[in-house]
Every structure is written in C-alpha cells, then in structure tokens.
C-alpha cells in the first residue's frame, strides 16, 4: 500500500513565522502535490511537482513556496505565516506513468497560525 | 473555466434507504474521481472513472458517469451506519494531467 507521512498532525504557529510542512511517499511516485483544505470550498492545489525539483503553482500559491531535493519528499514552506493560511493541508502523491490513477492522501497538518 | 458542484453538501438519511449524490462540472474532461473521507482522517480513494458509461461498484456503491450531460452520480443501496463520512468529487483539467477540480464535498450521516 502507498504510504504519504505528513510530518505534524497538529501545528500552532505564530504570525510572521516561517513554517515548513514535510510530506514524504514511500512508493517512488513522481508527482506530488499540496492542497489546502477548507470547509465548504473542497480541497485547493497549492502547488505541485512531477519530478525531482520540478514545481508547478497550483491555484492559489501566494504566500507558499515548495521545495523538492528527493523524490521521496516534498516541502510546504509559508514564507511569513498569516492567520489567513490557518487551514489543513493535505499531501498527496500518484504515478508518473500513468497520468489518469487517483492520488494518495497523507493524513493532513492542521495548521494554526495564532 | 472548470467548475464543480455537488448536491447535496449534506445529507441526512436512515440505514436501510437509498440516496444518490450528484456531481456536475462545466467543461469537458476526461477523467474523474470519488473520494471518502472519515472525519480526521484522510482522504481514500473509491473509484476512478474514465470514460462515458462507466458504471463501478464497490459494495453498497456505485458510481457512474455521463460525459455528455458532464454528471457523475453515486448512489448509495441500503445504507449502513459505517458509510458515514464526507465524499468529494474530483474532476481532471483536460489542459493538464496532474490538476484536478473538486466538488465541496458531500457530509454524509447515517442514523442507525
């Protein structure tokens, strides 16, 4: 089974902090991806990557940076933390080689920006 | 632009009935997704459907898609207590193989 380990189930931070949210995949996936979660708006992409330091912004980037060294890892960075960005964020990861299999969710970070 | 509605966004039902959840999107795609989530947990993959007429079904599921009238539906037969959860609908950008739209989800409550 595919594993995605995010690094905090729970977070409090301060405003004007820089955060880092760890994600990593135990099945060699090449894509990986971000997504924020809110209620009543679904899930959002922040940004993604299809390969070893590649990155693509999602729909809503602004305020969040990624980092991708290994292919097993993928990094949320918020740059200076806002009380807006309190939300949970969800790591995903999927098959490069078939484009159309579901993405695999990692249990989510609950972020509190205080 | 690509957009996703699904109806209801909750739902309130008794074990034993049967509902159907609706999906609509506003451009053509090639590719869509059923998830569930329980509450704290993270999100499952249920079924993946690919092309017009594709009809999947995984116990008291069932998922189908029409391309043309751009619906998936899942319905639920005889619903038990353990299928409460929320379900999204995710639907892939025909400009890109790694997007996906979601739906707001569905919160699902099955009294027993």
């Known amino acids: 089974d595919v594993k995605v380990t995010q690094s905090s189930r729970y977070l409090v931070k301060r405003t004007g902090e820089k955060v880092f949210l760890e994600c990593v995949q135990d099945?060699?996936?090449?894509?990986m991806f971000w997504y924020r979660q809110d209620p009543g708006l679904g899930l959002r992409l922040i940004y993604f990557?299809?390969?070893?330091?590649?990155?693509e912004k999602g729909d809503i980037p602004e305020g969040y940076s990624v980092s991708r060294e290994k292919k097993e890892r993928f990094s949320l960075i918020l740059e200076s933390a806002s009380t807006n960005q309190t939300s949970m964020y969800l790591c995903?990861?999927?098959?490069?080689?078939?484009?159309?299999?579901?993405?695999?969710f990692g249990d989510g970070t609950r972020l509190s920006i205080l | 632009e690509l957009k996703v509605e699904q109806n209801p966004l909750f739902l309130s039902m008794q074990e034993g009935k049967n509902y159907t959840i609706y999906c609509n999107y506003s451009?053509?795609?090639?590719?869509l997704y059923w998830y569930r989530q329980d509450p704290g947990k993270s999100l499952e993959s249920l079924f993946v459907?690919?092309?017009n007429g594709a009809v999947k079904q995984e116990g008291r599921l069932m998922a189908s898609l029409d391309t043309k009238a751009r619906l998936s539906t899942l319905h639920i037969t005889a619903a038990v207590h353990d299928l409460s959860a929320t379900y999204f609908c995710?639907?892939?950008?025909?400009?890109?193989?790694?997007?996906?739209?979601w739906g707001a989800g569905t919160k699902l409550i099955i009294k027993p």
């Open positions: 459907l690919l092309s």
């Open positions: 995903a990861s999927r098959t490069g080689l078939w484009w159309n299999q579901p993405q695999h």
């Open positions: 451009t053509t795609s090639d590719r």
């Open positions: 990557s299809y390969d070893v330091k590649m990155k």
């Open positions: 099945m060699d996936h090449e894509n």
């Open positions: 995710a639907v892939g950008m025909m400009d890109s193989n790694y997007q996906l739209i």
